[in-house]
Nanobody, 116 residues
Framework: VQLQASGGGLVQAGGSLRLSCSFSGLMFSPYVVGWYRQPPGKERELVATFARDGSANYGDSVKGRFTISRDNAKKSVILQMNVLIPEDTAVYYC???????????WGQGTLVTVSS
């Protein structure tokens, strides 16, 4: 199983970034797939995930600014991040979890830095 994340970088506050994660070696079903992040000095937190029924779930701090989408044919999950704020600075990880569990599989992480 391999998750490959890409798309991080440095952006000014108010800007946008797009993260992509490609999955290989596993089927989307039965996993919950999506994005998590770990800000400096803090614990990892949920950003946005797709449940098995296809519904999207967002962390409170990103609702209305971030959008998760997926391409089943390409087995990739995209995170479009708009109106970025410095508090969004973190290492972003894509992950795959069985429902009710923390992710069993993680991508390598991609750094997003938002300058004020």
């Amino acid at each position: 199983v391999q998750l490959q994340a890409s798309g991080g970088g440095l952006v000014q506050a108010g800007g946008s970034l797009r993260l992509s994660c490609s999955f290989s070696g596993l089927m989307f079903s039965p996993y919950v797939v999506g994005w998590y992040r770990q800000p400096p000095g803090k614990e990892r937190e949920l950003v946005a995930t797709f449940a098995r029924d296809g519904s999207a779930n967002y962390g409170d701090s990103v609702k209305g600014r971030f959008t998760i989408s997926r391409d089943n044919a390409k087995k990739s999950v995209i995170l479009q991040m708009n109106v970025l704020i410095p508090e969004d600075t973190a290492v972003y990880y894509c992950g795959a979890a069985l429902p009710g569990f923390t992710p069993q599989y993680w991508g390598q992480g991609t750094l997003v830095t938002v300058s004020s």
